[in-house]
C-alpha cells in the first residue's frame, strides 16, 4: 500500500507539544544535512547565491542562519512529522532520566 504524502500533509494533522523540540531538532539536522552535500558538491559560502562560482549565503550554521531560513527548514520538519502521524506512525518523547543517582532498583 502506497501513501501520497500531498494527502498527509492536507491532513489536519496536530503535534502533540511533547513533540514541538523535535520540529527545531529535525530543521536543524535538515539545515546540515543540506549544508554537507552542497560542501560535498564543491559550493562555498558567499554573501549572495552564485550558481557559477558555487556560493551561498545559507553555507552557515543552523544558529546563524536568518529566521526566516530557519522557518523554511521548520516547515520541512513540521511536514515530515505530520506526514508520519498521519500514516498512523506513533512518535514518543524518550523517557526523562530520574534524579542523579536514582537507577529505579531497589536493594
Same mark, same amino acid.
Request: net charge negative.
Given at each position: 500500500m502506497t501513501h501520497d504524502p500531498k494527502d498527509a500533509?492536507?491532513?489536519q494533522v496536530q503535534i502533540p507539544s511533547d513533540l514541538?523540540?523535535?520540529?527545531?531538532?529535525?530543521?536543524?539536522?535538515?539545515?546540515?544535512?543540506?549544508?554537507?552535500? $552542497? *560542501? +560535498?558538491d564543491g559550493w562555498r559560502y558567499g554573501p549572495r547565491r552564485?550558481?557559477?562560482k558555487k556560493e551561498h549565503p545559507g553555507l552557515v550554521p543552523y544558529q546563524d542562519l536568518a529566521e526566516s531560513e530557519k522557518?523554511?527548514?521548520?516547515?520541512?520538519?513540521l511536514g515530515i512529522i505530520k506526514t508520519i502521524l498521519a500514516?498512523?506512525? $506513533? *512518535? +514518543?518523547s524518550p523517557p526523562r532520566p530520574g534524579?542523579?543517582?536514582?537507577?529505579?532498583?531497589?536493594?
Open positions: 500533509c492536507r491532513a514541538l523540540g523535535l520540529v527545531e531538532q529535525l530543521a536543524e539536522t535538515c539545515h546540515e544535512i543540506w549544508s554537507r552535500q $552542497r *560542501l +560535498e552564485d550558481d557559477d522557518e523554511y527548514d521548520r516547515q520541512i520538519a500514516w498512523g506512525y $506513533r *512518535l +514518543e534524579p542523579p543517582g536514582n537507577s529505579g532498583k531497589h536493594d
